[in-house]
Each structure stands twice: as structure tokens, then as C-alpha cells.
């Protein structure tokens, strides 16, 4: 353990090509994919937990399904859309990162809603009430709605980084784990396992771990000035 | 200000059964009535955040300025004082804030004009609310149980309050509150609501002192007024 903590060190400062892309790819896959999951999953979340509708019932079964949809399954969809054969072959996406980030999007979207539906139903009768005894606009309400889930907002976002960092799954089925191309953190470490070689994917690790506890401290210290 | 009659159903239980009611500009109505009288559901229907059975509009007239000031205000994540200017009908305006923190003052909460609304008392919070809500002049205003959470003296200076927006605005208001003493302080005239039926109406005299019906002179005994 103490070697393959001095190998990442070794590792990230030596300069390592290799290293550095499968940082970048990991970087862009899980902030792109979780930012657009957020920008989809909070309007979504916030409709969810806003409607008083009789089919909402259904509309929440079905998301919470899609919460525990397996990477697997997700990756074996897009696969299928994206390969050779499927209908969406035309777009070129199988064993990009642009395909990764889809399925991560289906991924996470449903996660974020879930956590955003929750919370909006929670505030949403007293919002509601008090801003229509104010005869406050629509707009107006939905803002001062958004402004009380800023919190909410970004523990959904830390939910969704954080899933997308860890996942296997999804990204290695239709990103391939291509070399200098379409492998991130999470399916370097599978391959060196299954390499043998523990030392690297050992290190590899440590560098997931500390970039998660990068991002978690930065997330933690925006969510400690909110609730300020 | 005339009602149309109207009812509210959940399933088979009737909550609410109203016949059509008049409100004149200027008086205070009290509603008094037990929990579980239907006096919110009432108020809910009167300022349209619930539908009546008969889905239509409360009001017979053109569409009416209701302010509604809920038993549960929210206060949201800003400071005391643009919560309050949240409920100017144009917040940025130098008038606005003026208003803003002469109600603050008249309430006593001048002091926590920049405290977060979140970080209030509950006392605190309903005389903020109550502040927020009397930014806007409305042709009725509907509070409910507005004192519920205040001490005496809050209670007092939020009477006051009410009193003095009754005559700069001319509004009819309507009083939800389990205060008979309050009833008798504010109203021109008191509803007595009991199982979702509107048992008696008339001047706080007389509903209060010599009730017509058996009903309204049992809760009034029980309250021992």
C-alpha cells in the first residue's frame, strides 16, 4: 500500500502521458455528464415535486425504477443504439466519450430528480401558498423556489459527480476502455486488475480518491457559504 | 363582495358547505370555529388555492386583489427585510423599502431588518409575515389565525397593525382566529363555522353575546367568553 501510494505520487508528478489523459477523459466524462444530468434532473425534479396531478404517483414509481437501473443494463442500451446495428449508428457514438456521457446522463438524470422531487415536495405546499397570497408571478415563484433549493441543488450535483466518477459498468461497454481515448480512472483500474498489475491500479485509485476528496471539500465549502 | 355557494368533498365526507355570503369593503369578518370546523378550507377556496367542487370562481364580481396571509407563512431564504419587499408589488423602490421598515418598526421587528428570515422566532416570523403581507393593498384580505404564535404584547401591536391597514386601504378583511377575545376586539361581524356548515352569521354582538342558534351558544360557553 505504501509503495503503490509513492508510485501515484510518482505517477502524477512524472508526467506520465497516459496518466495525464485518463485524468482528462475522466474529468470531462463526470463533470459534462453530471452537469447536463443536473440541468435536465432539476427542472425535471422540480416538476415532479411541484404538479399535484393523479398520474404523478406513476411518474415517481417510474423514476425511482430508473434510479436503480443497473450500469450494465444502461451500458448493453447503448450499446445496442450505438453499434454497427442499431438505430442510432449514424451518429458515430459507440466508443466515444460523447457516448459515455450519454449513458452516464441516463444514469444520473433519474438520481437527481429523485433527490430534487423529494425535497421540492417537501417546501413546495408552503412556497406555493405564501407566494399566491403575496399574488407573486410564476416566474417569480419558481425563482424564489430554485433560490430555497440551492443547497438541494448541490448535493444533487455531488451525487451525480460523485456516481459518475465511480462507475464501471456503463462507460466500459460503450467506451471500450480505448487507451488514450475513451479509458477513465474507474476502467484503468479494472484493466490494471486484470493485468495483474495491483501496484498501478492500486495508485490509480489513490488518485480517484484524492480527486473525489478535491471535489467533495470545494462542494462542501460552496454548500457551507450557502448555508450561511 | 358577493360568494357564490359552494362545497368541498374529499371522497365521501363533505368538508365545506357555504352558502353564498356578502363582504362589505371596511369590516372586519372573524371566523371562529372549533379544529376541524373547515374555517381553513374556507379560506383556502375564498383566496383560490383550493378548488371547490363546483370548480368555479369564488367571487361573483370581476376578478378580485385577494391577499391571503397563510396559517403557516414561509420565510424564505433571504434577509427580514426582502422578505418583506418581496410582497411590494415593486420591490426595488425607495417607497417600497420605506414602507417596508415603517411596518418593521410598527411591529417591533425594525432590529431584525437584516437578520436572515430563517434564523427568526416563530413569534418573530408571523409579525415579519404579517409585515410582508400588508405591502399591497387588496380589496380582501384574509388572514389566518395571524396572532397565533405572538406573545400578548406582539399580539397587541399586530391588532393595531391590522386596524390601521383596515382604514388606509379600506379592504374587507377576514379574520380566521380561535380567539374569542380577539373576535370581540377586531370584528364588525363574526362567522361561526361548525363541521364544515356556516351555523350563524351577524355583527360580533350579537353572535358573540346573544347567539340565535344552540350550537354557536355551546362553543361559545365552552370558550367561556
Known amino acids: ?228 | 363582495m358577493k360568494t357564490c355557494s359552494f362545497t368541498k368533498t374529499y371522497g365521501s365526507h363533505t368538508v365545506l358547505q357555504a352558502p353564498a355570503m356578502e363582504l362589505s369593503p371596511g369590516r372586519i369578518y372573524a371566523v371562529i370555529g372549533a379544529n376541524g370546523s373547515g374555517k381553513s378550507t374556507l379560506v383556502k377556496i375564498l383566496s383560490g388555492l383550493l378548488a371547490s367542487d363546483e370548480k368555479q370562481a369564488p367571487f361573483k364580481e370581476k376578478p378580485l386583489c385577494i391577499g391571503h396571509l397563510p396559517q403557516k407563512p414561509y420565510a424564505f431564504r433571504l434577509n427580514t427585510l426582502n422578505n418583506v419587499l418581496l410582497g411590494a408589488a415593486k420591490m426595488d423602490t425607495a417607497a417600497a423599502k420605506e414602507k417596508a421598515l415603517d411596518l418593521l418598526t410598527k411591529l417591533g421587528i425594525e432590529t431584525l431588518a437584516s437578520k436572515s428570515a430563517q434564523r427568526l422566532s416563530g413569534g418573530e416570523t408571523a409579525r415579519m409575515a404579517l409585515a410582508r403581507s400588508m405591502m399591497q393593498d387588496y380589496d380582501l384580505f384574509i388572514l389566518d389565525e395571524p396572532t397565533a404564535s405572538l406573545d400578548v404584547q406582539s399580539t397587541i401591536l399586530a391588532e393595531n397593525q391590522i386596524l390601521s391597514y383596515r382604514k388606509e386601504t379600506g379592504a374587507a378583511i377576514l379574520l380566521i382566529t380561535h380567539s374569542l377575545k380577539q373576535a370581540r376586539r377586531l370584528a364588525d361581524e363574526v362567522w361561526y363555522l361548525q363541521n364544515g356548515q356556516i351555523i350563524e352569521t351577524g355583527t360580533s354582538e350579537q353572535v358573540l353575546y346573544s347567539p340565535a342558534d344552540a350550537r354557536t351558544r355551546q362553543f361559545l360557553e365552552f370558550y367561556s367568553l
Request: hydrophobic letters at 55%.
Open chain 1, 1 to 228: 500500500m505504501r509503495t503503490a501510494f509513492f508510485q501515484a505520487i510518482e505517477l502524477v508528478f512524472s508526467g506520465n502521458r497516459q496518466l495525464i489523459n485518463i485524468i482528462q477523459v475522466t474529468m470531462r466524462m463526470s463533470l459534462s455528464s453530471s452537469l447536463v444530468a443536473l440541468l435536465l434532473g432539476v427542472p425535471l425534479g422540480a416538476l415532479l415535486g411541484t404538479i399535484s396531478w393523479k398520474g404523478k404517483g406513476i411518474l415517481v414509481i417510474i423514476n425511482r425504477t430508473l434510479m436503480g437501473l443497473p450500469p450494465v443494463v444502461c451500458g448493453l442500451i447503448c450499446y445496442l443504439l450505438f453499434s454497427g446495428v442499431g438505430p442510432l449508428r449514424h451518429l458515430g457514438l459507440l466508443f466515444t466519450v460523447e457516448g459515455m456521457i450519454i449513458a452516464q446522463v441516463i444514469l444520473l438524470t433519474p438520481l437527481i430528480i429523485g433527490n430534487m422531487e423529494s425535497h421540492v415536495s417537501d417546501i413546495s405546499p408552503a412556497i406555493r401558498e405564501t407566494a399566491k397570497g403575496l399574488r407573486l408571478s410564476t416566474a417569480k415563484t419558481v425563482l424564489l423556489l430554485m433560490n430555497e433549493s440551492q443547497y438541494q441543488i448541490f448535493a444533487s450535483y455531488l451525487l451525480g459527480l460523485g456516481r459518475s466518477l465511480a462507475e464501471v459498468g456503463a462507460v466500459s461497454m460503450v467506451g471500450g476502455a480505448i487507451a488514450f481515448k475513451t479509458n477513465v480512472m474507474s476502467t484503468a483500474i479494472m484493466n490494471y486488475t486484470n493485468m495483474g498489475n495491483f501496484t498501478i491500479a492500486l495508485a490509480l485509485g489513490i488518485i480517484l480518491l484524492v480527486i473525489a476528496l478535491v471535489l467533495n471539500i470545494i462542494t462542501a465549502l460552496i454548500q457551507w457559504r450557502l448555508r450561511r
